[in-house]
């Protein structure tokens, strides 16, 4: 047989199996279970992209995230604003100061507007902050900076800032990982010291000393498309349960990794080697491992803008998929009584709204329905369909309903159902501009990262940033566009 002929032969056995695997993994996952976790116990932290987002869940979801987060070489919220020049420049290098002050003023109008929990929720909660002096990706004045946001809004007393071990960019340990001052990946490094025990013990108090010798409980890897499609985020996370949280109401902890740390680029390394498992096993942790896509760009989360303008709010489409899942395992079946509808699906969509419809759940008194994780109903859905209004034309998003018992409690929470708005009427619709997508940018209608554009607004992807790449943008509102035509 020709080398030429062989080689491409076993090139093509090489890619069926790639995908093969691809399709086992997708069939091997399962949807998150409801666990009725304790809501008043969940919390958050994060690396790195994951420190920043971690910080982002905690601050926007304060009422979620009550117990509150760590924080791992992250930063201030918000600190980018929508800018990666910022995200690379200020956020990480500390190449300039860093507006705290404006960034305060930022969060409490977000606030005030409802686009993010209210900040009291943050005055009980917990903050445990890590930075390694050796640590030249996020700078300690970047790590010094949060502290100083954090003041405004967590009481002193309730914050620990670690800044004096000799740790460099990475997820530290205390018996695993490369070595203590480097960077480099898996990112994480053994510097003898158990920073997810620190972690977890700041924001829950006293815990039971660890399992050092087999974990009891369960790893189980979970579909995530059903809470989010695309946006960066991969088909599937991880869980871990420990073998009491079967029986009883546990702890929530919320795991981020950071940058090329997702299962893709370092296998189940940060979800298996960082630490958490092991205190989690004895002091009932429920712990919920997301994870990026390669898609997503450097496999970070999205906390300067590359995936939505409203990243860091409660709409923003990774934050309203994290916030759904952690509604998914502090909820159950026994919780409101009630198991999850079933049949979810949508129909009659127009340029504005959508019609989400489900089967009946028998000894419901009404439904909540939620897009991205966020409730639209006002008032409890008597029925079983509801039309949920002013979306943005041109654009997918995602629906899940939770029934109510008698008392207004939520039962499961529903599988999501996905809708596209149409393009809206031609004509006295909206202007289109055709164009490169540079020009798209330099004309205020678009912006680029790492080499692709974006429609401003919508966030829609418009392929590579050049003057070759030709789309048609259609304006809807102010600062809006959509791919389309009039």
Request: charged letters at 10%; a neutral charge.
């Amino acid at each position: 047989m020709p080398a030429m002929r062989r080689n491409a032969m076993w090139k093509g056995f090489a890619a069926a199996a790639v995908i093969t695997a691809a399709v086992q993994a997708a069939t091997a996952a399962v949807p998150l279970p409801a666990l009725g976790a304790n809501p008043a116990e969940v919390s958050v932290s994060g690396l790195s992209a994951g420190g920043f987002m971690a910080v982002q869940l905690h601050v926007a979801y304060s009422a979620t995230f009550k117990r509150g987060a760590g924080v791992v070489a992250g930063g201030p919220y918000y600190c980018a604003e929508g800018s990666v020049l910022n995200a690379t420049g200020r956020c990480m290098t500390h190449s300039t100061s860093i507006p705290v002050s404006t960034l305060v003023s930022t969060t409490n109008s977000w606030a005030a507007s409802g686009a993010i929990d209210p900040v009291s929720n943050l005055t009980n909660s917990k903050v445990y902050l890590f930075s390694g002096t050796s640590d030249n990706t996020v700078k300690q004045p970047v790590m010094d900076d949060l502290k100083t946001y954090y003041q405004s809004f967590v009481p002193a007393a309730n914050t620990v800032y670690k800044n004096n071990l000799g740790a460099g960019h990475a997820m530290v340990t205390d018996d695993y990982g490369g070595a203590c001052s480097t960077t480099a990946a898996p990112y994480i490094n053994n510097c003898g010291f158990d920073l997810a025990g620190e972690i977890l013990t700041q924001l829950y108090g006293p815990l039971n000393p660890r399992n050092n010798g087999t974990l009891g409980g369960t790893f189980t890897e979970f579909n995530q498309s059903e809470f989010v499609t695309g946006h960066g985020v991969a088909a599937t996370g991880w869980l871990y349960v420990p073998q009491a949280c079967t029986t009883t109401s546990c702890r929530v902890h919320l795991v981020l990794h950071g940058c090329k740390q997702n299962y893709t680029d370092v296998s189940d390394q940060y979800v298996k080697k960082t630490g958490y498992n092991r205190w989690a096993d004895t002091n009932n942790i429920i712990l919920i491992y997301p994870q990026t896509s390669t898609a997503a760009t450097n496999s970070c989360w999205d906390w300067w803008g590359y995936d939505s303008a409203n990243y860091a709010k409660k709409s923003g489409p990774q934050m309203a998929a994290m916030k759904a899942m952690i509604d998914r395992v502090t909820g159950s079946a026994g919780g409101g009584g009630l198991p999850a509808p079933t049949g979810v699906g949508t129909s009659g969509a127009t340029s504005s709204s959508m019609v989400i419809g489900w089967a009946g759940v028998s000894g419901a008194s009404g439904y909540n329905v939620y897009r991205g994780g966020s409730k639209v109903n006002a008032s409890p859905v008597a029925g079983t369909s509801y039309t949920d209004t002013g979306l943005a034309a041109s654009t997918t998003y995602s629906w899940t309903v939770a029934a109510l018992n008698a008392s207004n409690v939520e039962g499961a929470m529903s599988a999501a159902a996905t809708g596209a708005t149409t393009a809206g009427s031609g004509g006295g619709g909206g202007t289109c501009y055709t164009a490169s997508n540079y020009t798209h940018t330099i004309a205020g209608r678009a912006y680029a990262l790492w080499g692709l554009t974006y429609a401003n607004g919508s966030g829609q992807s418009m392929g590579l940033w050049n003057i070759y790449a030709m789309t048609t943008l259609k304006q809807t509102g102010t600062n809006y566009y959509v791919i389309g035509t009039c």
